[in-house]
C-alpha cells in the first residue's frame, strides 16, 4: 500500500519500522485505532490498547512525531496521524516436530509498519485554539514557554556564586572581629581584677601594721604602772 499523502505538499514526516517480528494482519488491526485520530487520542489509544503490537506501533507513531519536530520544525499540538499501513514482509520457515516421526512447518510472520503524521489544517487549529481558550487550558508550547520564563526569573532572582563569596568573606571577617573585641575585653578584665587584688593587699598590709603593737610600748608601760 502506497501512501496518499504527498508530504513534499503537506507538512509533515513519515517513519517506518521493517521486518517487524508480527503479522501485518496484527498490525493492521492497532493501526485502524489511529488512523486520522488526533496525537493524543492516538497516544492514549495506543497505551490502553492490550494487543502485543500496541508497544511496536507506538514506538514508530513516537519516531514519526520526533522527526516532524526535529527535522521539519513542526509542533507536536499540531500533529495528527493521517496515514498508518503494514505490508507484508518475508516469512521465516520453521519446523516443529509432530507424532509418528512426522514435522509441521511453522511460518514466522514480519511486516513493514509506516506511519505518517501532519500538520492539522488552519481551520481545525483554529477551532482547537478556541475550544482551548475558552476551557481556560494551555497548549503543551504554552507550558513549556511559560516553564522557561519562570525558571529565568527565579535565576535572576536568586544570587549568583559571586555575591556569596563575598557574603561568606564578610562573614568571616566580621566574625574575627568579634572575637578580636571579646579577647580585648577578657584581657581588660583582668587586668582590673589583678589592679583589684593589688589595691586589697596594700590595704589589708596596712591594717595589719596599724592592729599589731609595738613589744617595747608594752614594757614601757608595764615600768610605768610599777612606778
Not at 42 to 56: H, I, M, N, P, S
Request: aromatic content about 2%; glycine content about 2%; overall charge negative.
Amino acid at each position: 500500500m502506497s501512501g496518499l499523502i504527498d508530504l513534499d505538499e503537506v507538512a509533515g514526516a513519515r517513519s517506518t519500522h521493517k521486518f517487524a517480528r508480527l503479522s501485518a494482519s496484527k498490525a493492521r488491526v492497532v493501526l485502524d485505532l489511529i488512523r486520522d485520530e488526533d496525537l493524543d487520542r492516538a497516544r492514549e489509544e495506543l497505551q490502553f490498547c492490550d494487543r502485543g503490537a500496541a508497544t511496536v506501533v507506538s514506538k514508530v507513531l513516537e519516531s514519526a512525531v520526533s522527526n516532524a519536530e526535529n527535522n521539519e520544525r513542526l509542533s507536536a499540538d499540531e500533529l495528527y496521524v493521517a496515514e498508518c499501513w503494514a505490508d507484508e514482509g518475508p516469512t521465516l520457515k520453521r519446523w516443529r516436530p509432530r507424532a509418528r516421526g512426522r514435522a509441521t512447518r511453522i511460518n514466522k510472520r514480519t511486516c513493514h509498519i509506516t506511519v505518517v503524521v501532519a500538520q492539522l489544517s488552519e481551520e481545525e487549529l483554529e477551532m482547537r485554539a478556541a475550544q482551548m481558550a475558552a476551557s481556560g487550558r494551555r497548549s503543551a508550547d504554552a507550558d513549556r514557554a511559560a516553564r522557561v520564563a519562570a525558571s529565568k526569573e527565579t535565576e535572576e532572582e536568586t544570587p549568583s556564586d559571586d555575591d556569596e563569596m563575598v557574603e561568606e568573606e564578610f562573614d568571616s571577617t566580621s566574625a574575627e572581629s568579634d572575637e578580636e573585641v571579646a579577647i580585648e575585653q577578657i584581657e581588660n578584665s583582668d587586668q582590673d581584677l589583678e589592679q583589684d587584688n593589688e589595691s586589697t593587699d596594700s590595704q589589708s598590709s596596712d591594717e595589719a601594721e596599724v592592729e599589731t603593737p609595738d613589744d617595747n610600748t608594752e614594757v614601757d608601760q608595764q615600768d610605768e604602772k610599777e612606778a
